[in-house]
């Protein structure tokens, strides 16, 4: 049986002097890829924010690898191999492509591995690699995006956390960010993918949770809630 890498207990968070999350349940097993979908607002990206430490939690627990990180920096979670990729990319626009997938390594001190994981980074985003000693700030919103999924798989995440991947992007360059996200997955890293294109996400998941008004109000496998009335209605628009 596979391993649950991430749990989430009775969670709770304010955000803003607002509920924004209201006592949730989840979990994220080894080798998973997991969508978590809902419409703007639902409490996705605060959700995340608490998993990966940037917000503090009121109430519940989060469990990585079976031990509660609840306190944790973002920082330490980052060694213990959870990485995020932030919603708005959070990428350092002033630095070269290089030296921002580079920051993704400060963990790590095996040179050689490092230069083997950029190679593979390169491989998946050749478009990186071509504009290497480019400042980030001038990348589209897209390269943007390659760049931040880039700098987070230097880290060599156990679990990657995707906060909306595909928000403000050109549809062909959708298609491209959900090809990667498949192939890194299909690389062996979990994935907790939080997504309001509820179609795209949902269709290469594995398991997918519904959240609305900062509770989680359905789950299930995620082919059968693509193919849920309730679920088209709400989010797909049918």
Request: hydrophobic share 45%; charged share 25%.
């Amino acid at each position: 049986m596979a391993q649950v890498l991430l749990k989430v207990k009775a969670l709770k968070v304010a955000y803003g002097g607002i509920q924004a999350v209201k006592g949730i349940d989840f979990e994220v097993q080894e080798g998973e890829l997991v969508s978590l979908i809902g419409s703007n607002g639902a409490g996705k990206t605060t959700t995340m924010k608490a998993i990966t430490g940037s917000l503090p939690i009121n109430d519940g627990d989060i469990e990585y690898m079976g031990r509660s990180i609840r306190g944790q920096g973002p920082w330490d979670l980052v060694r213990q191999g959870l990485a995020m990729v932030p919603e708005g990319r959070g990428i350092f626009t002033r630095m070269t492509i290089m030296e921002n997938l580079l920051m993704g390594a400060y963990v790590r001190n095996d040179k050689a591995e490092i230069v083997r994981d950029l190679d593979k980074v390169f491989g998946i985003f050749p478009r990186l690699q071509e504009r290497k000693d480019q400042l980030a700030g001038t990348l589209s919103g897209g390269e943007q995006q390659m760049l931040a999924m880039g700098r987070a798989l230097l880290s060599r995440p156990k679990v990657l956390l995707l906060d909306e991947p595909s928000m403000g992007l050109a549809p062909i360059m959708v298609d491209k960010i959900f090809e990667v996200v498949r192939d890194v997955y299909a690389q062996g890293v979990t994935i907790l993918l939080v997504e309001q294109n509820a179609s795209r996400a949902l269709g290469i998941a594995d398991r997918g949770y519904v959240m609305d008004s900062g509770l989680i109000t359905m789950s299930g496998d995620a082919k059968t809630m693509l193919n849920d009335p309730k679920v088209r209605a709400a989010y797909l628009g049918e």
